[in-house]
């Protein structure tokens, strides 16, 4: 379909009726000029009071179950109340009631078995996004734009990684061009829940904790759409984490290759897994700020002009470095890696930098915290016998660190800068741990003591001046191949 726009809005966009009206009138202001797909995330920190709440009914704590179920009814009674005319409420609320007694049967089963079966944590908190999806197509229609709120369980057909699924994409292709080109063509504004799916024979998934910018790369790649636009709470992709670095800068444009390395390394304003589906098709994405939308916000784009140097910092809490060493020279220490490698490949765990030092072999790797008891276990289990003789000193494991990582397409081949980084963190006096630069030269990573981080951080980003040069115009180096 000619000149398809996707565009999804985020928790805050979504985060009242006012906000609602904004996302809607913009949905429509597009929807004017082209065939419109919208992607909505569930109302700003209602996946949380969910996932809480489940976790309550899994504890057996009726009244905080309880408590939370009247907030979540209250919530999105009073948005639907304060954004839809009487008579049209009247109607509709009915509907967010029995959404919201779907997630309560559920919730009731898990406070039953005293268990939180993670098919049935995904079946219960994508009402959310369904909740906030109704909202809005009935919004829509309300104000005489044909709309419709379409569950993503009908469209992107996913694995069995219940909280954490994959697209399976020729599937999904089939399933959402049936589903929404019809809607299409009859002049509707479909409005998708993002975060959910389900596998072929219709058991319900999500993607992961922020997947709805995920939803949407997967529906826009699809769907072949032209542009995918991403609606959130900041100006685009900036040069640090605005809550962290008050300096931060917009970025005009970057690359899928440096976006998706921010999104991986912390930043959480792109799920990491946003760019992948679109790298093929070469769909733009920008990101933009639904609380100011004449701003330009940043495209992201397979190449750009490389103003050179490193574009942005970012950071991540929450994780554990796991170091492994060989006690003796009764095992070789290249392949103690690989025997840690081969374990934690069947391991859920997904290792976020890795690095060794040569004479004593010994290495170590940074996982997400969520991850390290599965990381530990498949260690455990591969590493059994030498753990059990000693050839292997006992696995040590440190959770009081933090990721930085400084990404640029431009810092390929520019000398001098990795001692200016680290020269920045080490006159904070923060101590730096481990380092990981990939032969890309896109990224450089390093663990420091976690409560070092946001002063390492700042640091790096004032040395590198990346609050002053984040225009491409000024570029120097030529153009960079970033797909
Ligand atoms: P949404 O609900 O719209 O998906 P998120 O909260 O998931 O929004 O992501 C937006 C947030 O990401 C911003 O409010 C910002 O604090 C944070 N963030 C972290 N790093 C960056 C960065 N480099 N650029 C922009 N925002 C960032
Ligand atoms: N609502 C989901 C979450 O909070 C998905 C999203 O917002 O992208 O994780
Ligand atoms: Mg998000």
Known sequence: MNQLLVMKFGGTSMGSADRIRIAAALSAEEGRK?????????????????????????????????????ALEERHTETCKALLPSDRSAHVLPRVQSLIAEFERIANGMLMLGERPPRSVDEAVSVGERLSALLMAEYLESQGIPSVAVNARDVIVTDAVFGNATPLMEPTREKARGALLGHLEAGRIPIVTGFNGATADGRPTTLGRGGSDFSASILAASLDASELWIWTDVDGIMTADPRLV????????????????????????????????????????????SFAPEKPGTRIV???????????????????????????????GTRLMARALEALATSNAEVLAFSSSSYRQSFCFLVRQAELPSALESLEAGLALELAHGYVRPIEVDTEVGLLAVVGEGMRGTPGLAGRIFTAVSREKVNIIAIAQGSSELTIAIVVRRDGLEKA????????????????AGALLGTVDGA
């Open 34 to 70: 082209r065939p419109v797909v919208v992607v909505v995330s569930a109302m700003s920190k209602i996946t949380d009071l969910l996932l809480d709440s489940l976790r309550h009914a899994e504890a057996g704590d009726r009244e905080g179950l309880a408590a939370n179920l009247r």
């Open 246 to 289: 008050p300096d931060a800068a917009v970025l005009d444009e970057v690359t899928y290759r440096e976006a998706a390395e921010l999104a991986y390394n912390g930043a959480k304003v792109l799920h990491p897994r946003t760019l992948a589906p679109l790298v093929d098709k070469q769909i733009p994405v920008i990101s933009k700020n």
């Open 457 to 472: 951080v700042k640091a790096v980003h004032a040395e590198c001046r990346m609050g002053e040069r984040t225009s491409a």
């Open 302 to 332: 397979p190449s750009v002009s490389v103003p050179g140097g490193p574009r942005a910092v970012t950071s991540m809490t929450n994780v554990a470095l796991v170091s492994l060493e060989p006690a003796n020279a009764s095992i070789n």
